[in-house]
Structures are given as C-alpha cells and as structure tokens.
C-alpha cells in the first residue's frame, strides 16, 4: 500500500492568512506515461460529509475557490489556502489513486482552525 | 444536482451481517463507477471497495476483503455493501461516493453522500 503522510496534524491560522498543508507519499504517484500525479485533496467540513478540492495534484474542481491551490510532484504535495476564510474551518485530506483501480489511501488528515 | 442518499445503518452485534443501501440521483447512475469509503467516528478516511460501471468488476480493501461484498441495481439507480463477520473495528460511517471519470474509473471521488452509521457492539 501508499502511505500517506501529512503534517502539520493541525493549524491556526488568523482570518485572511495563508495556511499550508503538506503531502508526503511513501513512493512516487506520477505516472510516468501521462505526466500526471494521483494526487487528491479533500475538505471535510464539521458535521459534513468530504468534498472534492483539487484532483491531479492541482486542477481545482468546479466552483471551488481560487483561494485554494494544489502543487508538488512525485512523493511531496501542498494545499495552500492563500487567504484563510472563516468557512475553510475543516479537516483536509490528501488522498492518491496511483493505484486505480482500488488500493485507495488517504492522509491522517489536518485540521485548520481559526486563531 | 447529483445526490446520494445511503440508508441501512444501525447498531449490531459482532458477528452480524447488515446490507447498506444508496440511492442515487442527478446523474446517470451506469456511466459511473462508485465506492464506499468509511469514517471511523472521529477518525480519518478509509477507502472500502469499488465497483465497475456495470458490476463486471469489484475491488476491496484488505481489512473487509471476504467479509465485505459491493453490488449495484443500475435498473434502480442504486448501489450496495453486503457486510458480513461485522467486528467492533467496523464501526464507522459509511459513505456512498461517485467516481469522476465516466466509463472508466479514475478513483477521484467527486460526490459524497451524507453517510449511514455502522455500530457494531455487544
């Protein structure tokens, strides 16, 4: 299996600051023949159910905020947030699917606060 | 608008089988591939099984493999997880979710539905 590693575990970041979050793959999801990465990211707000951010590590979903930005390659990967609103208090999960289909693995998951 | 709507959670004994149910709508339902994915109360995401467009292909996680099976009625818009040998570990809620890529599954999961609660305990 993947592992996936992210840290912090959690953040506070004040209202309008950026906030980051890291990636770690525990072998490389780039796949060579397409030039993409595996490489997902997750917005679990509290009481809801995920929501899809940002797919082949940086192509935002539809009608997501262009706040929200994915980047990295190969084993390491970034969500940052470049101006914290009060509504992105979550729990964010990376997730690859390098090994479609099935072999799925999510990140420990981080969680943003306000400070 | 896709929706997903999954019933079938309650409380059970270890040992026990339960059926899960999804119902989805907003989409058409046999151009996709689905999973179940599984939160454990507090806890991080867990990706259960997944099931081709048409039921011709089936995948599982190790921890539910030969205990767990996935199953879909396209003619009904739904999606199933048979779930058998339930252990306390099992305990979670269980998430109906839409793959993204039509007719091939790209294992990006692009719809969610709210999520039933599995509590397996004596």
């Known amino acids: 299996d993947i592992v996936m590693t992210q840290s912090p575990d959690s953040l506070a970041v004040s209202l309008g600051e950026r906030a980051t979050i890291n990636c770690k793959s525990s072998q490389s999801v780039l796949f060579s023949s397409n030039n993409k990465n595996y490489l997902a990211w997750y917005q679990q707000r509290p009481g809801q159910a995920p929501k899809l951010l940002i797919y082949?590590?940086?192509t935002r979903e539809s009608g997501v905020p262009d706040r929200f930005s994915g980047s990295g390659s190969g084993t390491d990967f970034t969500l940052t947030i470049s101006s914290l609103q009060a509504e992105d208090v979550a729990v964010y999960y990376c997730?690859?699917?390098?090994?479609?289909?099935?072999?799925?693995?999510f990140g420990g998951g981080t969680k943003v606060e306000i400070k | 608008e896709v929706q997903l709507v999954e019933s079938g959670g309650v409380v059970i004994q270890p040992g026990g089988s339960l059926r899960l149910s999804c119902a989805a709508s907003?989409?058409?339902?046999?151009?996709?591939?689905m999973h179940w994915v599984r939160q454990a109360p507090g806890k991080g995401l867990e990706w259960v099984s997944l099931?081709?467009?048409?039921?011709?292909?089936?995948y599982y996680a190790d921890s539910v493999k030969g205990r767990f099976t996935i199953s879909r009625d396209n003619s009904a818009n739904s999606l199933f997880l048979q779930m058998n040998s339930l252990r306390p570990e099992d305990t979670a809620f269980y998430f109906c979710v839409k793959d993204m890529g039509a007719i091939v599954p790209t294992s990006i999961l692009d719809s969610w539905g709210q999520g039933t609660l599995v509590t397996v305990s004596s």
């Open positions: 997730q690859q699917y390098y090994t479609t289909p099935g072999g799925l693995t």
């Open positions: 082949w590590a940086s």
């Open positions: 099931i081709t467009l048409d039921g011709g292909r089936t």
């Open positions: 907003g989409f058409t339902f046999d151009d996709y591939a």
